[in-house]
């Protein structure tokens, strides 16, 4: 097993694809599991200035919100990293680098963390980003937790800046996941004055940030940016400004980025990735990623308590059928929580116990299910990947005996049933996780927020809690490794594939770099081509 890199330079958009090893890689976290402060690679060069031209127009599959703590859509993240900054954040190639907080130190106990604050990052409204601006708004984080998604901030005892320049976080135990949870969108960095204030819709109600764009007006669904002009990178952005729209209820994303409407097109749908790949006017940048779509199994009531069909029906599902259904073929069939390129896996392919239909009909009647089972599965509408997958999966649990009962519902709806109605399989995705904490406690904690079938075990939950204390990678990956190993015995999930993940642009726009999903970071080195005014023919 290789070791995780403390640096992975592979990830790119070169050719329009990330290579192999990318952030599904997962290596956030890194220097603090080896209980160092350096930020990989060293400090960043400066670039040289230039004019900046252009406003293109990007478009997301909804309209953005602006306190991603509050909201959790994937767009108010996305906009956040133009116009904020976390403590930390993540580059290209998926290493920590330096966000608000340009170094830290780790005590030898590991509960005591010193985060020394950029002496030179300013807001947009021209006052300098303090030590007391970082504590007041990792506070805001602590005490809004619960909807911030999987992190340490329950294991955060205490944050004070102890000085102009550096805030301390105190611990109630070493925890080696906290340098890649401050990396997280939406952890961000805002005036202290603005940590307790509600912000609004509109650009006066908002924050200043000390990111590399700031909003300047919001109506029609549109968000309008310019540059903040006294961002900590002389010269960025090479824009002049963006333009950020939300998606057209009757004309296709895509449609709009190929006529010429937009100029790029956040998490592009990957049932049009083939087609965009071969548009020569197109660059897409992107590639394999760890966030997993998964089947969630419900062990409160009904058959699914008892292991055995559990495993049976995740022995009668072809996966590299569900994903050409889903996603075009655009990602991996997941065969165990992590991808084999992660640094858990560390290239290691897991086998799939597949069962032919006809096997698993006869086990299922073997065991006294002789009229096969009926199951209740229900999933999120508004997702047209996972609705592909649902409808392939009822055809193919049909064939071994099992009918299902597929139940499409708004998210409200979705979120009413898996709470008081009986449901025997949940259809849905995990988030992109930095570090693989943030994967496995959500969904396999007896106390996680996403293990909706109420999976209670109590070495798993042990075990959890010990990788987060332990510094050692390889030990970590093994930690890791013998969870994966008891979640594909015990079924309390069943992993589907690992969807890819694309940004789309004109040629016109570029060198567009591929960032961890979810991070607008690329916006700020890119330039924007003027057209081409030469005379037809």
């Not at 580059?91 to 608000?100: E, K, P, Y």
């Not at 997993?292 to 058959?303: E, Q």
């Amino acid at each position: 097993m290789s070791d995780p890199p403390k640096e992975n330079a592979n990830l790119t958009a070169a050719g329009g694809r990330f290579s192999r090893r990318s952030f599904v890689a997962g290596v956030a976290g890194v220097a603090c599991a080896a209980g160092l402060g350096r930020i990989a690679g060293g400090r960043e060069s400066t670039p040289q200035s230039t004019a900046p031209y252009g406003v293109p127009i990007v478009s997301l599959s909804g309209m953005p919100g602006f306190d991603p703590m509050r909201d959790p859509a994937m767009e108010t993240a996305w906009l956040g990293t133009l116009t904020h900054e976390a403590a930390l954040r993540l580059d290209a190639s998926g290493s920590i680098r330096s966000g608000v907080v340009i170094d830290w130190n780790v005590s030898a106990d590991g509960l005591r963390v010193d985060l020394r604050v950029r002496p030179d990052a300013l807001f947009s409204d021209g006052m300098l980003v303090t030590a007391g601006d970082v504590a007041a708004s990792l506070e805001r984080c602590r005490s809004m937790a619960s909807n911030a998604g999987s992190g340490p901030w329950d294991r955060i005892t205490g944050i004070e800046a102890i000085d102009g320049g550096t805030v301390r976080l105190s611990l109630v135990g070493p925890d080696v996941t906290l340098m890649a949870s401050l990396t997280s969108a939406r952890a961000l960095i805002v005036p202290s004055r603005w940590a307790e204030r509600p912000w609004g819709d509109t650009p006066d109600r908002l924050p200043p940030g000390s990111g590399p764009f700031m909003v300047t007006s919001i109506e029609d669904r549109r968000v309008t940016l310019s540059r903040h002009p006294a961002y900590r990178q002389v010269g960025r952005p090479y824009l002049a400004g963006l333009v950020v729209a939300a998606s057209s209820e009757t004309l296709p994303r895509t449609t709009e980025l190929v006529t010429g409407a937009v100029d790029v097109v956040i998490d592009v749908p990957l049932l049009d990735i083939p087609t965009l790949r071969d548009d020569p006017n197109l660059t897409l940048a992107g590639g394999p990623a760890n966030r997993l779509c998964l089947l969630s199994v419900n062990l409160r009531a009904g058959p699914l308590r008892d292991r055995r069909p559990r495993a049976l029906i995740s022995s009668a599902i072809d996966r590299a059928a569900v994903l050409d259904a889903a996603v075009a073929s655009e990602g991996e069939p997941a065969t165990g929580l992590f991808p084999a390129v992660s640094w858990v896996q560390g290239g290691i392919e897991l086998e799939a116990a597949r069962r032919s239909p006809d096997d698993v009909r006869a086990e299922l009647a073997a065991d006294g299910h002789v009229a096969g089972l009926g199951l209740r599965l229900i999933a999120d509408e508004r997702d047209s990947s996972i609705a592909n997958a649902c409808v392939l999966l009822q055809e193919q649990l049909a064939r071994a005996g099992i009918a299902v009962t597929l139940d499409l519902l708004d998210t409200e709806r979705l979120a009413r049933v898996s709470r008081e109605e009986p449901w025997d399989l949940l259809a849905m995705y995990s988030d992109f996780w930095r570090d693989p904490d943030e994967l496995v406690r959500p969904l396999l904690h007896a106390r996680g927020q996403l293990n909706l079938g109420q999976y209670t075990s109590d070495r798993v939950s042990s075990l959890i809690d010990l990788a987060i204390t332990t510094r050692n990678p390889r030990q970590r990956a093994q930690l890791y490794r013998v969870i994966q190993q008891i979640a594909r015995t015990e079924v309390p999930l069943i992993p589907l594939f690992f969807p890819a993940y694309y940004d789309a642009m004109t040629t016109r726009i570029g060198p567009y770099d591929a960032y961890p999903p979810v991070s607008g970071l690329a916006m700020r080195q890119v330039r924007m081509e003027p057209p081409d005014r030469s005379p037809p023919g």
